[in-house]
């Protein structure tokens, strides 16, 4: 009994790790439901980048969820009787609260805030994901992109 619930905690960590994976938010990736898209072009030029933190996932489905399955399993794993039934309670509330923070943190993601004084004189500001393809830089020529509300900035 041990040993199988030793495969299964660790076929759920690593869904854990590939559930905490998020969808990049460079301004050079695209979702696939925004591929072959018409969007809006707009020129200017940066003045002002920030650097930001973007929060990671909050929602807690997949890293909260896992890790209650996992701290279950183990709190099950101690003692015997009503003893057992409490430690699997205990280690799911447990594993369920360090697996949202674990999924929170793995999720979190450099940014930054640019600025941009479009050619129509107007300002737009716009938060994205850090890009190491691309470094921005204040008074640069770009474009911005605009589909809806979601808009991205990119040389």
Not at 11 to 30: F, H, N, W
Not at 50 to 55: C, G, L, M, Q, R
Not at 77 to 82: A, D, Q, R, T
């Amino acid at each position: 009994m041990k040993r199988s619930a030793m495969i299964i905690a660790l076929v759920l960590s690593g869904a854990v790790l590939t559930g905490c994976a998020q969808s990049s938010l460079t301004g050079t990736s695209y979702s696939r439901g925004e591929a072959r898209q018409a969007q809006s072009v707009q020129m200017g030029r940066i003045e002002t980048i920030v650097p930001v933190i973007i929060e990671g996932r909050t929602d807690g489905v997949v890293g909260a969820g896992t890790g209650a399955v996992i701290g279950g399993i183990a709190g099950s794993n101690v003692g015997g009787g009503s003893g057992s039934t409490i430690a699997t309670v205990i280690g799911a509330v447990a594993g369920g609260i360090a697996g949202q923070r674990i999924e929170e943190a793995t999720s979190r993601r450099q940014g930054y805030e640019i600025t941009v004084r479009l050619d129509n004189g107007s300002l737009v500001s716009v938060v994205q994901e850090a890009d190491n393809n691309q470094q921005f830089s204040p008074g640069q020529r770009v474009r911005v992109l605009g589909q809806g509300s979601t808009m991205r900035v990119s040389y």
